[in-house]
């Protein structure tokens, strides 16, 4: 069974600090999702990491999927109440179903 | 553009009533469908998918089932619900290559009293 974990669970920030979250595995995926889940509502995607060592930038969040894709990071640059929110990462295999992490719940505070 | 609804938004229920929420995906053909349940504040706990028409599988044994009627329909059922099955029910699709992508209905928050 695949099973992902994330770090930190819990994250309270000051806005315009920096910050990174990680989500790791002992499986190797062929892609990694990344999530962000507002209160009452369902999450939204991000972006999808397929290539190891692969680095996306979706505006301040800078997303990297390692080399041997077990694991990957998400750094927030200049964190802004608008980030608040479950930040949830999912692994797997094409054609396979895709496992979710516990998530990472972050407060940014102004 | 594809879309995705889930409804009702909120539902209160009794201890052993039975239990219809449904989920309507539109913009797309043959998509994969799921249903979640999320604890609160945790992270997403899958219940069933379904890659066509009346096929369904099941992850976690439980007095929940699920149908699909037609290919952009996905419903939860259940004949006598628990106080555990409250929670905040999730929606989704992903298209048929199994890129993993999967794209969320709004959620139903559902409390069992």
């Known amino acids: 069974t695949q099973l992902l974990e994330q770090s930190p669970q819990f994250l309270s920030i000051q806005e315009g600090e920096n910050l990174t979250v990680y989500c790791n595995s002992s499986?190797?995926?062929?892609?990694l999702q990344w999530y962000r889940q507002e209160p009452g509502e369902g999450p939204v995607l991000l972006v999808t990491v397929v290539t190891g060592g692969e680095v996306k930038k979706l505006k301040r969040l800078t997303f990297q999927f390692g080399d041997a894709r077990k694991d990957s990071s998400l750094h927030i640059t200049a964190a802004q109440p608008g980030d608040t929110g479950l930040y949830l990462c999912?692994?797997?295999?094409?054609?396979?179903?895709?496992?979710f992490g516990p998530g990472t719940r972050l407060s940014v505070l102004p | 553009s594809q879309t995705i609804h889930q409804w009702p938004a909120t539902l209160v229920q009794p201890v052993g009533s039975p239990l219809s929420l449904e989920c309507t995906v539109e913009g797309t053909s043959n998509p994969n469908l799921y249903w979640y349940r999320q604890a609160a504040g945790r992270g997403l706990q899958l219940l069933f998918y379904?890659?066509?028409?009346?096929?369904i599988s099941s992850e976690v044994p439980q007095n929940l089932s699920a149908s699909r009627p037609q290919d952009r329909q996905f419903i939860l059922s259940s004949k006598k619900l628990l106080l555990s099955d409250s929670g905040f029910y999730l929606c989704?699709?992903?298209?048929?290559?199994?890129?993993?992508?999967?794209?969320f209905g709004p959620g139903t928050r559902l409390t069992v009293t």
């Open positions: 989704a699709w992903s298209d048929y290559t199994g890129s993993g992508e999967q794209y």
């Open positions: 379904s890659v066509g028409i009346g096929q």
């Open positions: 999912a692994g797997g295999w094409w054609g396979q179903n895709f496992v």
């Open positions: 499986s190797v995926f062929s892609s």
